[in-house]
């Protein structure tokens, strides 16, 4: 398998490339964020590279870092997304930004990528939110970390509101008034009160 190619840049394209090593050309498909990245034709060029191989040809996957290389691996794990979705994905935004997008479950960011469905774009965020720790930067993966743990305080209150005998749609209502409140300290004790007190208004 091919690992890595050093190489003259012989030819470029958005989506593809041509490498010269030692006379051969090997083509590699990029996505647009190795493009921005590469020399001009002729200059030299290391790519990460990625070899799928098919029943009826072997496809080379180039990428400008090994950082992204690897958030690639990741996308193509995940049922209904080959190869090519995976470099239109990675095309659509910096890794950084795709990664903080499927840890905070913005599906809505994800289908504003061509290519990536409403039902792709659940998936994605449903089996890789809980992977993309590695990809974030520190400020990001704090943001993500705190908001995860309010989307739990969340889930518990409505829990426990549902459990007391209110109507999901009405305890689900009475949260988000209660969390709009500047005054309401941000606890599960401080959130259920005022949500209660929504709820007996």
């Known amino acids: ?16 490339l041509l490498v010269d090593v030692q006379g051969v050309g090997y083509e590699a498909t990029i996505p647009l964020t190795t493009f921005y990245e590469l020399p001009e034709e002729g200059g030299e060029v290391v790519l990460k590279i990625h070899t799928h191989v098919r029943e009826d040809a ?41 990664a903080q997008a499927l840890a905070a479950g913005d599906t809505h960011r994800l289908t504003s990528i061509p290519g990536v469905g409403k039902k792709t774009a659940e998936r994605l965020a449903l089996e890789l939110k809980g992977q993309m720790s590695a990809f974030l930067l520190p400020e990001q ?46 606890t599960f004790e401080g959130i259920l009160k005022t949500a209660l007190r929504r709820l007996a208004g």
Request: net charge neutral; charged share 25%; aromatic share 4%.
């Open 1 to 16: 398998m091919i690992g890595q190619l050093r190489g003259k840049l012989i030819n470029k394209k958005p989506n593809l």
């Open 58 to 98: 072997i496809v080379l996957f180039g990428f400008h870092s090994q950082r992204e290389k690897d958030f690639f691996l990741k996308l193509v794990t995940v049922s209904g997304v080959g190869p090519k979705l995976a470099v239109a994905i990675l095309s659509g935004a910096p890794v950084e930004e795709l």
């Open 141 to 186: 993966a704090e943001a993500a970390k705190a908001s995860g743990a309010a989307l739990s305080v969340e889930d518990d209150i409505l829990s426990a509101l549902v459990n007391l005998g209110y109507p999901r749609p009405s305890a689900e209502k009475a949260i988000s008034l209660a969390l709009r409140d500047e005054g309401v300290e941000r």
